[in-house]
């Protein structure tokens, strides 16, 4: 029989981390504590060429004074990084392959370096991995893109190395545990040193530097809305998906994009949404970030819990005093936590509604524009039908029973369907179209060199689309023919919607699949912001009985 | 900021819908377009006069005024906008609106 056991040392990373730490025990005092001065030496001292390494840039807090102090490394000693990340929205993210310190990135959100991502990649100096969702890249991290080194954001440290990550707790301990357990180095960045913590989020021996930043962590109120701002249109789109969509299917369990349609529907729940008999029927169970525009919801009884991808600035205090909603710890504060937000998001919700900058005739649609590479942080994962998931709630069957051709195409087999909405008015920003013969990924994907194009949500996934025409309900199509005539009937005047036939939609009207807001028993007239819960951010303030304090930009009053 | 205005009529033969005096709404500077509609007699015609901050959407404006009037059976009307880059959502919104309050008077 034929034996080839290999004969090698089974500790290789143990022992290379061990000696890049006794570089670095000079710069690391008690508490493993590490002067602000000395980071750029730690770095220097623990980090190799061609090393993967993990700056903790999430969707909201960013470990931002350590990816500037990565950035002043010596490029003669560090050089060829692989980064990998949930998002790269800082200068500092892409100035480390401008500088030539990194060279590969996997990661799943652009941002606002959307820009230099794309261009960096025709010009040579950034080699990507790939684009990712959250939940892709953090299975990653765990199988054939585990950190190295990874430079992570807390809060507060205590004399000892634990962290308290409290309300932005977000892709903290997936990225630790990630690292740790598999025998590398997790340096963090903390606001403040103190004796004590409100409650341990990482546990010291999973940390092997502390630095005191010289200035807080950035932290970007990314899911605040200021009501004021909803329109009359988006208004009409939310009745019709209230209408529409929430109350026929009975959508409980959900997630809102960050779109002001989700501002309005969230504002109208207390308002239209009662008027409808739809309170304790709809909207009880949700994944979302703290949106302070769900407080008037959450103040009249609507929501049973909320779990949080990250927190929200100026939504501590509010959170804090509904535990029964939030998910808060034995201190009282808001645990956020991406991953687990992502898995229930991917797996149990019933419907994601968000919208989108292009949607094409098929039905796919995406954010990317012909120069920038942002990636979909979580949306692909919760705007696609999951298809492992096996549990059965009310709207999933309903959904997966709509198709009417399904025993041709599935057999017997009962199945259910996430519903995957799209809010769109037909034209957007500078009237541009939303609906389009071919999306700007396409060029996209030519100008990056990437193996395809970019795609939040594919068609195929696409269960419905509102626009102010109406509702294409695609999950009632039998083919991709009868698909994209409901797409034609509801995209207005778009050189899509002009391709629509006057008797086919009439047609596709008589038999459900289009309705417009007349077809609903919507009245046009009414949609206007009378229908809003609060109307400007003094109104969420007064909701929240004062304990909602939004930031400085939005204290218009 | 220089304005560019747009001028034209849609025909209709058969009005179905007159206008009693002459409407205004909105605010162009705190909102998304101003809009003043008023009883013209031209044989059955709509016309537009349309001041806009953006080019480029003379075809649009056209297609969305036909549905307007071909919806509504206006005649005998005519109706300026002041826009400050509406979408063709809000535009058609506002029309209704305004037919609905000047023909309610």
């Not at chain 1, 997936?174 to 990482?202: C, H, S, Y």
């Not at chain 1, 994962?381 to 709207?395: F, L, Q």
Request: aromatic share 8%; net charge negative; glycine share 10%.
């Amino acid at each position: 029989m034929l034996q080839t056991k290999v004969n090698r040392s089974w500790e290789n990373a143990k022992q290379d981390t061990a000696q890049r730490m006794e570089a670095a025990s000079r710069f690391i005092g008690n508490g493993k504590q590490v002067k602000h001065e000395d980071t750029v030496a730690l770095l220097e001292a623990v980090i190799r060429p061609y090393d993967i390494v993990n700056i903790e840039g999430n969707n909201q807090k960013q470990a931002d004074f350590l990816a500037e102090c990565l950035n002043k490394v010596d490029r003669g000693k560090i050089h060829d990084l692989h980064m990998v990340q949930s998002a790269v929205p800082l200068k500092a993210h892409l100035d480390l392959f401008e500088n030539g310190i990194a060279k590969k990135l996997d990661f799943a959100f652009g941002g606002p370096q959307a820009g230099r991502v794309a261009e960096f990649i025709r010009d040579g100096k950034l080699e990507l991995g790939a684009i990712h969702t959250y939940l892709e890249l953090f299975g990653r991290y765990f199988l054939d893109l585990t950190p190295k080194v990874s430079l992570i954001c807390a809060y507060k440290a205590d004399r000892k190395g634990n962290l308290y990550t409290g309300f932005n707790t977000e892709d903290t301990p997936t990225i630790v545990e990630a690292t740790k357990f598999r025998q590398g180095i997790v340096i963090a960045q903390v606001n403040e040193i103190v004796d004590e913590l409100p409650r341990v989020d990482i546990p010291a021996d999973w940390i092997d530097a502390v630095i005191e930043s010289p200035r807080p962590f950035f932290l970007e109120p990314l899911f605040t809305r200021d009501p004021a701002l909803v329109t009359d249109t988006q208004i009409l789109l939310g009745m019709m998906c209230l209408k529409g969509i929430y109350g026929p299917y009975g959508v409980k369990r959900l997630n809102h994009g960050i779109g002001f349609l989700s501002t309005a529907i969230e504002l109208m729940l207390p308002t239209y949404g009662e008027e409808l008999g739809l309170k304790g029927k709809i909207c009880t169970h949700m994944i979302l970030n703290p949106h302070p525009t769900m407080i008037p919801a959450i103040e009249s009884g609507w929501v049973e819990t909320i779990h949080c991808f990250g927190g929200e600035l100026g939504m501590d205090e509010y959170v804090a005093s509904r535990p029964d909603i939030f998910f808060t710890g034995p201190d009282g504060t808001l645990r956020s936590n991406r991953a687990f937000a992502q898995t229930a998001g991917h797996y149990a919700l019933d419907m994601f509604i968000g919208g989108t900058l292009q949607i094409d005739k098929y039905g796919n649609s995406s954010t990317a524009t012909a120069n920038r590479v942002a990636g979909f942080g979580g949306a692909p994962n919760m705007g696609c039908d999951a298809k492992g998931r096996r549990h059965v709630t009310e709207s999933w069957l309903k959904c997966g029973q709509e198709l009417p051709n399904r025993e041709a195409i599935q057999g017997d087999m009962p199945r259910g369907r996430r519903l995957v909405v799209q809010g769109v008015e037909t034209f957007g920003e500078g009237r541009a179209p939303v609906f389009v013969d071919k999306l700007d990924a396409w060029k996209l994907a030519e100008n990056a060199n990437l193996d395809l194009p970019p795609v939040m949500i594919y068609g195929d996934d696409l269960t419905h689309i509102v626009t102010e025409e109406g509702i294409a309900y695609l999950s009632r199509c039998p083919d991709l023919e009868s698909r994209m005539a409901a797409i034609r009937g509801v995209a207005g005047y778009t050189e899509i919607g002009l391709q629509a036939k006057p008797e086919e939609t009439k047609r596709l009207r008589e038999a459900g699949i289009i309705m417009t807001p007349e077809d609903l028993g919507i009245d046009r007239s009414r949609a206007n912001r009378s229908l809003l819960a609060a109307k400007n951010m003094q109104d969420l303030v007064t909701w929240s009985g004062g304990l909602y304090n939004p930031p400085a930009r939005f204290r218009n009053w | 900021m220089a304005l560019n205005q747009l001028n034209f009529s849609i025909e209709n033969a058969s009005p179905t819908v007159a206008l009693g005096e002459a409407f205004h709404l909105g605010v162009v500077g705190s909102g998304d377009l101003e809009m003043i509609i008023e009883s013209k007699e031209q044989g059955g015609a709509v016309s537009f006069q349309i001041l806009s901050p953006v080019t480029g959407f003379d075809d649009l404006w056209k297609r969305v005024a036909d549905a307007f009037v071909r919806e509504s059976g206006l005649g005998n009307a005519h109706i300026e906008i002041n826009d400050n880059n509406a979408t063709p959502a809000v535009v058609m919104l506002r029309l209704r609106q305004a037919l609905a309050e000047a023909t309610a008077r």
